[in-house]
């Protein structure tokens, strides 16, 4: 199974941007769909975005469409998502995991990996 490390959360002002990183180890994901789901307080985990394990194909939430990118660099065994133009409502703790699962996938029950998580906070 592949262990999945966040990080790049922080604090930022609306309308800020910020880059959160993936680094996963104990295999190589580039057979791996992956993406990003994140958790607002009281609400629960909602995806965000995914990744096709070329990189070829992505897709997005609604909420997030224009304003975020996905990436991936398979050969550093990491995922990237860019936020750009934040709002208060993104904030939350960002979560990212891989499936094994033929594309696409936006169900969290179909990602078999995650990492712990990390902060992001968007004040107004």
């Known amino acids: 199974q592949v262990q999945l490390v966040e990080s790049g959360g922080g604090l930022v002002q609306a309308g800020g941007s910020l880059r959160l990183s993936c680094a996963a180890s104990?295999?190589?994901?580039?057979?791996?769909?992956m993406g990003w789901f994140r958790r607002a307080p009281g609400k629960e985990r909602e995806f965000v975005a995914s990744i096709g394990w070329s990189g070829g194909f992505t897709n997005y939430a609604y909420s997030v469409k224009g304003r975020f990118t996905i990436s991936r660099d398979n050969a550093k065994n990491t995922v990237y998502l860019q936020m750009n133009t934040l709002k208060p409502e993104d904030t939350a703790i960002y979560f990212c995991a891989a499936s094994m699962s033929t594309w696409p996938q936006t169900r969290p029950g179909n990602f078999g990996s995650w990492g712990q998580g990390t902060q992001v906070t968007v004040s107004s």
């Open positions: 104990g295999r190589t994901i580039n057979t791996y769909t």
